[in-house]
């Protein structure tokens, strides 16, 4: 099957190993959001909050593996905006791309403004801006280098967050079974606190809105795949190996902080991780947590301003962004793109320190749930390609790399749980402001996308 992702990557290169797209995508989900972020949704569901991290992370493992199976079949810089385009038209390749752009410029303003709190935390002589700028110079710069550079860089980066979710691991394993003694009893707290699931099915669900987007970030893998040495195999490699990795991790590791940390008090729960490392005598962990945790939104900095970059890429390549955007250094770096999206990475540093809270408020509401738009049309778009693909491998007589597991069925089963919680997030005051602001986000992108059709159309007879 002919696509636009046949000629949109041509000119890029290809300098990544499956070790870089495996240690990539671990990375990517395994940030703050899991370090900081868990203590907030355990708060809220209890213990029962591993039913909602099972329930969120088993939809992100198959709706992965539907991008997965596409990015194997058809891989491109433009990812899950080419498959929904290629599945359902130009509006939809249009949509995804710049809402995934615009999603990634906010969080990379927020990145960038949380590594430069905690640095000037330890030095408090040393100016934000100045952390701010440093940052955004040396992992902007990465980016410019070469994409094997980045690579490497994601790799230690992300390399550095896995041993430190391992170590985790194991130091509460030796607590459960008694290797590491403390005081009073490790499940005991749960018959005093309400059980096992205090909040019953409703604080199940809110936990789910919770966990929800936890896991984003694993999507790049199905991005950077076009720029390996075997994009087709490469991103069937990666994806078999850390899916069920990353469940692993943040399951294990909510399930070591149940066993250990009382749900229901918000001091522990404000730096969970921090607390079962201090249960085990770690004085030093909060100063080790905050390391860990800077390190995590470096590697979440520097794969967003990759991820953007390629974003706007492959847009270009579309000619759904300027022209000027598609071109490429000497070493194969689309170098407009990673300027573009760094300059506007430093203009979202500038809305989270100047803008006033209400405002700002609303631009993050925008993005909170910009990656259910994305989970939503990845699932239509495999829908509507697998029978494509199929008959694409029967003509060419190359198999598939990579196959969705029982397809149809397990597809659309995907597709009602989103939209299952879709419908819990109406039901929830915040999740419910997300969505509406992100679905006026939406909106706003396809109101632009009429607009440029709609010249586009007026051109082309003046033209002729």
């Known amino acids: 099957m002919t696509t636009t992702s046949d000629r949109s990557d041509a000119h890029l290169a290809h300098g990544l190993r499956p070790r870089h797209l495996t240690m990539m995508g671990l990375g990517s989900a395994i940030g703050a959001g899991l370090f900081l972020g868990s203590g907030q949704a ?249 390391v860990v945790v800077a390190l995590a939104l470096l590697s979440a900095f520097n794969a967003n301003v990759y991820g953007t970059s390629r974003m706007l890429f492959s847009l270009g390549q579309r000619d759904d962004a300027p022209a000027v955007v598609t071109r490429v250094s000497r070493r194969e770096v689309p170098w407009v793109s990673v300027l573009v999206s760094v300059f506007f990475g430093v203009v979202a540093v500038l809305l989270n320190w100047l803008l006033p809270e209400t405002l700002l408020s609303i631009l993050l509401n925008a993005v909170g749930s910009a990656l259910f738009v994305v989970w939503l049309l990845v699932t239509i778009a495999q829908l509507r390609l697998r029978p494509r693909l199929e008959a694409e491998a029967a003509r060419t007589g190359e198999p598939m790399r990579l196959r969705m597991w029982g397809f149809p069925g397990l597809s659309w089963v995907v597709l009602a749980a989103l939209v299952g919680l879709a419908a819990l997030m109406l039901s929830d005051d915040a999740a419910r402001a997300q969505l509406t602001a992100t679905g006026g986000l939406v909106l706003v992108i396809l109101a632009v996308y009429a607009v440029v059709r709609a010249v586009r159309r007026t051109r082309t007879p003046a033209a002729g």
């Open 42 to 290: 355990i708060g809220t569901a209890g213990p029962a909050v591993l039913i909602s991290y099972a329930i969120a992370g088993a939809v992100v493992v198959l709706v992965m593996r539907m991008l997965a199976e596409m990015a194997s079949a058809m891989p491109s810089s433009g990812s899950f905006s080419v498959y929904a385009e290629a599945a359902l038209g130009r509006w939809a390749g249009f949509l995804l791309g710049w809402l995934y752009w615009f999603m990634l410029i906010m969080v990379l303003g927020v990145e960038v403004t949380g590594v430069a709190e905690i640095v000037t935390g330890w030095w408090p002589a040393v100016p934000q801006w100045a952390v701010a700028a440093l940052v955004v110079a040396v992992l902007g710069g990465i980016n410019l280098v070469g994409v094997k550079q980045f690579g490497e860089a994601e790799f230690w980066f992300a390399l550095i967050k896995v041993a430190a979710i391992v170590a985790f691991l194991a130091v509460g394993v030796l607590i459960v079974v008694g290797v590491i003694p403390v005081s009073g009893s490790v499940l005991g707290h749960w018959a005093d606190h309400g059980g096992f699931a205090p909040a019953g099915v409703a604080g199940i669900a809110a936990g789910l809105l919770a966990v929800a987007f936890a896991f984003g970030g694993i999507e790049i893998v199905a991005i950077a795949a076009a720029e390996a040495r075997d994009p087709r195999d490469a991103v069937a490699r990666a994806t078999r190996t850390i899916l069920w990795r990353i469940l692993f991790f943040y399951v294990g590791s909510v399930a070591i902080i149940v066993a250990l940390v009382p749900w229901d008090d918000p001091d522990a729960l404000a730096s969970p991780f921090v607390s079962v490392l201090q249960l085990a005598g770690f004085d030093w962990a909060a100063r080790l947590m905050e």
